[in-house]
């Protein structure tokens, strides 16, 4: 998936390895909304080098900086070869808000919802895989130190057999592979032991 996504270069500001740290996947929208059309919901956005002042555009998009409607236009004009705008409008935003971390707080009140909801499941019932296919995501989503390596733990909380119906086997399936995607894309030493 990595390898068929084009142009190799960042979609929000053109950048490419060296001038930026790295190229990474990013969602467009959550994956809840989008199992199936995976392509299409995909793109490259940097990560900044070590010791830049400003964060790189996934980092921007995770903290709220661009609305999903936005990200879309800005995937299209990549496709498309057109020259990026919209790193322009996340840093302006961010230096007009701040870097938003209320979405983080509201990942973090999302998460123990999930986890509450999730202890009156059997271990073994649909309802407590999919909950925990969500804690996955969630974790891989919020962009804290390690987000990788705790998503990694959560995703194989879930016995491979446990996902019954096709829906839910597909996004497991869907969420492990992308954890390990990105994982492989930072090259991060996973799995790491979880505090949580
Ligand atoms: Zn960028």
Not at 75 to 88: D, F, L, Q, S, V
Not at 96 to 106: C, L, M, S, T, V
Not at 135 to 154: C, Q, V
Request: proline share 7%; hydrophobic share 30%.
């Amino acid at each position: 998936m990595r390898q068929q996504l084009q142009p190799k270069k960042c979609a929000a500001c053109g950048r490419t390895p060296p001038e930026v740290r790295r190229l990474e996947v990013a969602h467009i929208s959550p994956l809840s909304e989008c199992a199936i059309t995976i392509e299409e919901n995909l793109l490259l956005l940097c990560k900044e080098n070590l010791g830049d002042s400003e964060p790189g555009c996934h980092t921007l998009y995770d903290q709220g900086c661009c609305s999903i409607v936005n990200m879309r236009e800005c995937r299209e004009r990549w496709i498309a070869g057109k020259p990026p705008i919209t790193r322009k409008r996340m840093t302006q935003l961010r230096a007009d808000y701040g870097p938003r971390p209320q979405q983080q707080g509201h990942l973090r009140k999302e998460l123990g919802n999930l986890r509450t909801q999730q202890k009156s499941e059997p271990t073994d019932s649909e309802a407590w895989c999919l909950l925990q296919l969500q804690i996955a995501e969630l974790t891989r989503r919020r962009a804290r130190k390690n987000a990788l390596g705790r998503a990694w733990n959560e995703i194989i909380k879930v016995h491979p057999e446990s996902p019954r119906t096709d829906s839910l086997k597909a996004r497991y399936i869907y969420e492990k592979a992308y954890i390990e995607l990105l994982s492989g894309s930072s090259m991060m030493p996973f799995p790491i032991s979880s505090k949580e």
